[in-house]
T-cell receptor, first 111, second 111 residues
């Protein structure tokens, strides 16, 4: 089984719909992250969490919210999806100041 | 503002033809420079972490080096399976967390 699991792998939704992307990890790390990847723009940080009670905005948090339900679970929500949120989304985990381990990604398309 | 710039954007080599990828960075107080490999449709896979100027790390045909302003990923006698996008990232300074990524170098090794 993968250390960092993202669900769903692919999602197509319509403008204005609420959508949640889920991430779970078995590595026992405290820190979790959500990134989005767009062609030509690279990976950009949306939110990160040091632990269950500590959540922080990243570079591009507008239009997104997150929930850290447990040490192992970190979900990303789009309250009202719009087409420019079409992207590949990655969840990642790390120990403090160490390398990040990434999930396999969720390809989201907003029509 | 922290910035990471990778060059070239794309590189096509013949099998066995050695070359180098560049990552230049401007960050206040480097807390680690990271190299990742990403295959299409997959999450980034960790390769190396470098912390101080002069440091070098090797893995099979790959060697990463670090100076005060840039890092190089040297690829020696590459094979077609080395084809991928190579990402460079730096750890953010101050109280923030997460990695700031460059846009990547898309490497193609032709048989």
């Amino acid at each position: 089984d993968a250390d960092v699991t993202q669900t769903p792998r692919n999602r197509i939704t319509k403008t204005g719909k609420r959508i949640m992307l889920e991430c779970s990890q078995t590595k026992g790390h405290d820190r979790m992250y959500w990134y989005r990847q767009d062609p030509g723009l690279g990976l950009r940080l949306i939110y990160y969490s040091f632990d269950v009670k500590d959540i922080n905005k990243g570079e591009i948090s507008d239009g997104y919210s997150v929930s850290r339900q447990a040490q192992a679970k970190f979900s990303l929500s789009l309250e009202s999806a719009i087409p420019n949120q079409t992207a590949l989304y990655f969840c990642a985990t790390s120990e403090a100041n160490e390398k990040l381990f990434f999930g396999s990604g969720t390809q989201l398309s907003v029509l | 503002e922290d910035q990471v710039t990778q060059s070239p954007e794309a590189l096509r080599l013949q099998e066995g033809e050695s070359s180098s990828l560049n990552c230049s960075y401007t960050v206040s107080g480097l807390r680690g420079l990271f190299w990742y490999r990403q295959d299409p449709g997959k999450g980034p896979e960790f390769l190396f972490t470098l912390y101080s100027a002069g440091e070098e790390k090797e893995k099979e045909r790959l060697k990463a080096t670090l100076t005060k302003k840039e890092s190089f990923l040297h690829i020696t006698a590459p094979k077609p399976e080395d084809s991928a996008t190579y990402l460079c990232a730096v750890r953010l300074g101050g109280g923030a967390d997460g990695l700031t990524f460059g846009k990547g170098t898309h490497l193609i090794i032709q048989p």
